[in-house]
Nanobody, 114 residues
């Protein structure tokens, strides 16, 4: 089982990034997919959720209206489009899969700084 995040990097405030999480080793379409993040010295926190069929995305209040989660079950991939980025969005972003089991990726660093 693998969840591999990509797309992180350094971006200026107000910029955009698109994170991807490629899944393998399990039936991706049967799992709800989450994005979490963890900033230095802080607890890991929920960012966004998309249910297995792609319906009912849910977001943390801090990212609502700026981030968009989506999934492509044919490609076994979940995405996080991040727009209007702020310095407080700086964190390691983790992909998480939940259904019969729980799986985590290794994370990708996002740094928002001028």
């Amino acid at each position: 089982v693998q969840l591999v995040e990509s797309g992180g990097g350094l971006v200026q405030p107000g910029g955009s990034l698109r994170l991807s999480c490629a899944a393998s080793g399990f039936t991706f379409s049967s799992y709800d997919m989450y994005w979490y993040r963890q900033a230095p010295g802080k607890e890991r926190e929920f960012v966004a959720l998309i249910m297995r069929a792609g319906a009912r995305p849910n977001y943390a209040d801090s990212v609502k209206g700026r981030f968009t989660i989506s999934r492509d079950n044919a490609k076994n991939t979940v995405y996080l489009q991040m727009d209007s980025l702020k310095p407080e969005d700086t964190a390691v972003y983790y992909c998480n899969a939940r259904a019969f089991n729980v799986y985590w990726g290794e994370g990708t660093q996002v740094t928002v700084s001028s």
